[in-house]
């Protein structure tokens, strides 16, 4: 689904140098290459903080424990993404609540957004799912007449620009509240282990995350709040330094191989190619069709038959898992759920394609469709 490796080739000499930089400069926690990157992505997001941490999971977590959430309180986020967003609301025992996504964005659907609030809900988690921002100006309306907290997931759209109606512009994650990344590997701005961040523009809440990152100490050895222990290690920072300017270009390619994909698939009524909102830019975390008609695992398996990775994000609703069933859910509250999880496929997505690689694969995908 990625090549790290061919990414990593165009930039080796740079990162060699760098990490064997910082193995000798014995600054590995907390080093001055991890203040430098946070300062040069909050630059980047123009966000007045960025705070960083161990994981995307853990960013969500600590995002969630800084606004002082409190058992009992209902989470609301979207029933189709990865499980980490619903994990860490029954972690810190909140109550999460699912909603359905929108069958052509995949982002939450705000009608079914607005049917879930109740007196306890204290706060929505807007997934920017496969790189494109969920309908964030219609999200902070509702959090604005419900005084809900807005916490995004944007561990898959870094980078990310979203329009206001007004005109203005913000970095996906700059948005709401609070908003949370991962640098795993295979994400847009990955680094070579795990990473994640947290950005806000709030200053106390910045202060209050700053030290729970770090067992909730704001004073050496003074334990104010229960923390945890989520760092950024030097050498990831380091690697994260070098890829953050590339990130811009990283996105473009992403995006010049999403056309490929969708011109060529553009003449098959057999196959949803993604749609794109029009408030904002789509970085592409994945390549997501939809198909009407065919026997989606038979093109899966066809797929990998011919050395093609592929795959089903995300073949289980999280209404459905086991550790997240729950008595008040009904089936027909998510019916696009329940759709995509057996219509969608999502086809290699990096930042090495090239057009040999990607008429292959649409190929490979044409020629099942028609035989
Ligand atoms: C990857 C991901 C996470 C978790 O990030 P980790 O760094 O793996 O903990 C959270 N939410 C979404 C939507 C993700 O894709």
Avoid: W
């Avoid at 970095?171 to 990473?195: M, Q």
């Avoid at 027909?332 to 219509?343: K, R, S």
Wanted: hydrophobic share 40%; glycine share 6%; net charge negative.
């Amino acid at each position: 689904m990625v090549d790290l490796l061919g990414q990593y080739d165009k930039i080796q000499k740079e990162i060699d140098s760098k990490i064997l930089e910082v193995v000798k400069s014995a600054a590995y926690i907390n080093g001055p290459e991890v203040h430098s990157f946070q300062k040069e992505l909050e630059t980047y997001l123009n966000v007045k903080h960025v705070i960083p941490c161990a994981n995307g999971t853990d960013a969500l977590q600590i995002a969630m424990m800084g606004l002082g959430l409190k058992p009992g309180d209902e989470v609301i986020t979207a029933d189709f993404t990865f499980a980490a967003t619903v994990e860490v609301i029954a972690l810190l025992h909140l109550t999460p609540v699912l909603v359905d996504v929108e069958k052509d964005t995949f982002n939450i659907n705000i009608e079914s957004l607005k049917k879930a609030i109740t007196p306890k809900t204290k706060a929505i988690v807007p997934v920017h799912l496969f790189g494109q921002c969920a309908n964030m100006e219609a999200v902070l309306e509702v959090a604005k007449e419900f005084n809900l907290f807005v916490i995004e997931d944007t561990a898959q759209a870094i980078g990310a620009d979203y329009t206001f109606k007004d005109g203005s512009k913000k970095k996906a994650g700059t948005i709401g509240n609070v908003g949370t990344t991962s640098f795993f590997p295979s994400k847009n701005l990955g680094c070579y282990g795990d990473g994640g961040a947290i950005f806000t523009n709030d200053d106390e809440l910045a202060h209050t995350l700053r030290g729970m990152v770090n067992h909730g100490m704001y004073k050496r050895y003074y334990h104010d709040v229960v923390g945890v222990n989520s760092r950024l290690d030097s050498i990831q920072a380091a690697v994260l330094r070098i890829k953050l300017p590339l990130l811009n270009s990283y996105c473009n390619t992403r995006r010049k191989a999403a056309e490929y994909y969708t011109k060529a698939f553009s003449a098959t009524e057999n196959i949803t190619t993604p749609i794109i909102s029009n408030f904002t830019t789509h970085v592409f975390h994945q390549y997501t069709i939809q198909v009407k008609n065919v026997d989606r695992n038979a093109l899966h398996q066809h797929l990998l038959d011919n050395g093609i990775p592929n795959a089903i994000y995300y073949p289980v609703p999280l209404h459905s898992q086991k550790a997240y069933v729950d008595a008040r859910y009904k089936e027909d509250d998510f019916n696009v759920t329940n759709e995509l999880i057996n219509t969608v496929l999502s086809l290699p997505m990096h930042t090495e394609l090239d057009d040999e690689q990607l008429d292959f694969i649409t190929s490979t995908v044409l020629n099942f469709l028609h035989k």
